[in-house]
């Protein structure tokens, strides 16, 4: 079935209180709105068309940032859902197929439930609208049942004293054949306690003209809608709860579940252990049997199989690791391609280079790759070995298999197997520290006299 998803995303979002549109919120990294999209991706619509207003510049920047084939409209008013809705007539004017209507604040609906609605439409319904059972149901819609077949959705603002006894409520979730949709929506009016074009309307306009109007349930937990930051808070927390669960589903120990933040694209191997309090960014892979020990931060970055990678590590965006790979404590890496089996275990910054396999990399080795106006690269070879505390300033290349020794300035490129030092000479002066001491510790004597 050719589907085509409407993402209602104008709201201003008042109670979040906040200059950014409320759909562009973030969950695990990825906006509510991206979320949202998400959830129907698996659906493989052919066209999806979000329905933007408040911020919508800045809405349609971070939409097509996430995928550039996403359609953004405008709804300069928000006259109500119905009339969002229907911003979206002119771009699917050509489209044949079902659509179905999210919000862009609602980022949990799952694929199942989706496909339900589906199957629901498949089975002759022309309407199908989603609905759950209602802890408290609240300012929620109503669903009207009457012998199984839905008959109305009531706002809880235009509802009699019997029907606010409902429980099963509307998520506002929808699905239909695109041009009934629009043709209800045409006939919605905004004669209502609030003066809104509702969607909900389009129930009891459908039946009225005959067609038949199916309720799909799910659980409450899916239609969780975000309306402040306390929402936003909860959301996170339920995202994390099922990405945590799902990593372990897959083979993955989390040796303290609850500390370790997940965005919403990581992805993890069999084998891996993930200590506490370790926090991935956008954009992470790690790849099977890898250890990420506790404290460490991820972000854009591949981590190869049987890494091992902290405690205290900071993989920035472009960092690539190879097979059996070691990064240790106080390490910095970004847009970095390290080989296998090379190591850089402590108190580093590895930026804009490469390193050749099994390379050991001392101690507070530090790449200077920007030199207050340009950022440039620096080479390390196979088996190449960097004292402690050196400085490596790029564009330079170490060859492979050499030797740099401990505290030197590296300004130009050192050839395969030599070894380069920078330090001036060192020079001992025989008992000169003593005869020092000695002095000041006079010096000290005379004075408290
Ligand atoms: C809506 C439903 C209600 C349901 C509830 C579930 C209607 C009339 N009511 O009520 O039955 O129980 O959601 O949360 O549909 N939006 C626009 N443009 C507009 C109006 C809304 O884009 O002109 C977007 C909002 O940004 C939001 C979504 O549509 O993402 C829902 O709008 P909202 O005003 O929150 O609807 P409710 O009054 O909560
Ligand atoms: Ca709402």
Do not use: W
């Not at 965006?317 to 402590?346: C, D, M, R, W, Y």
């Not at 030797?403 to 395969?416: R, Y």
């Amino acid at each position: 079935m050719t589907l085509a998803l409407i993402i209602l995303a104008a709201g201003k979002g008042t109670r979040m209180r906040s200059d950014l549109p409320k759909v562009l919120h973030p969950i695990a990294g990825a906006p509510l709105v991206v979320h949202a999209l998400e959830a129907g991706t698996p659906l493989s619509p052919s066209r999806r068309v979000v329905v933007a207003g408040h911020g919508a510049d800045l809405v349609r920047d971070r939409v097509q940032a996430h995928d550039p084939s996403v359609e953004v409209v405008l709804q300069v008013e928000q006259l109500g859902t119905a009339h969002a809705v229907d911003q979206a007539r002119a771009a699917l004017a050509e489209f044949e197929g079902d659509a179905i209507v999210l919000y862009g604040d609602t980022p949990f609906v799952s694929v199942d439930t989706l496909r339900a609605m589906q199957a629901a439409r498949a089975d002759g319904a022309d309407v199908v609208m989603l609905g759950f059972e209602a802890a408290v149901p609240g300012k929620y819609g109503r669903l009207v049942v009457e012998n199984d077949r839905l008959i109305s959705i009531v706002e809880a603002k235009d509802a009699t004293l019997e029907q606010l006894e409902i429980t099963l409520c509307n998520s506002g979730v929808v699905c239909a054949d695109s041009a009934t949709l629009f043709d209800l929506i045409a006939q919605v009016g905004n004669d209502n306690a609030s003066g809104e074009y509702y969607l909900t309307d389009i129930v009891s306009i459908a039946n009225a003209a005959g067609k038949q109007c199916a309720a799909v349930t799910c659980d409450e937990t899916e239609t969780l809608g975000v309306n402040s930051r306390i929402d936003l808070a909860g959301a996170e927390a339920v995202f994390q709860a099922q990405r945590r669960q799902q990593a372990m589903a897959e083979g993955a120990t989390l040796v303290a579940p609850e500390t370790v933040q997940f965005a919403y694209d990581t992805q993890v191997g069999r084998d891996v252990l993930i200590e506490p309090n370790v926090v991935f960014g956008p954009g992470v892979v790690i790849e099977d049997g890898v250890t990420l020990r506790a404290f460490s931060h991820f972000e854009g970055c591949r981590v190869g199989q049987g890494s091992v990678v902290g405690p205290y590590a900071r993989l920035r965006p472009g960092s690539e690791l190879a097979e059996n790979v070691k990064i240790g404590n106080f390490v910095e890496t970004k847009k970095v391609q390290i080989a296998a089996g090379a190591k850089v275990n402590h108190l580093s910054y590895i930026g804009d280079a490469t390193v050749g396999a099994e390379a050991n990399i001392g101690a507070g080795t530090i790449t200077c790759n920007y030199d207050g106006v340009l950022k440039h690269q620096t080479i390390i070879g196979e088996k190449a070995f960097i004292g402690s505390n050196s400085s490596l300033v790029a564009p330079v290349s170490i060859g492979a298999e050499a030797l740099v020794g401990a505290g030197s300035v590296i300004a130009a490129d050192v050839p395969e197997g030599a070894l380069a030092v920078t330090r001036a000479k060192q020079e001992n002066k025989p008992g000169l520290a003593r005869r020092l001491r000695a002095r000041l510790l006079d010096i000290k004597a005379k004075a408290l006299k």
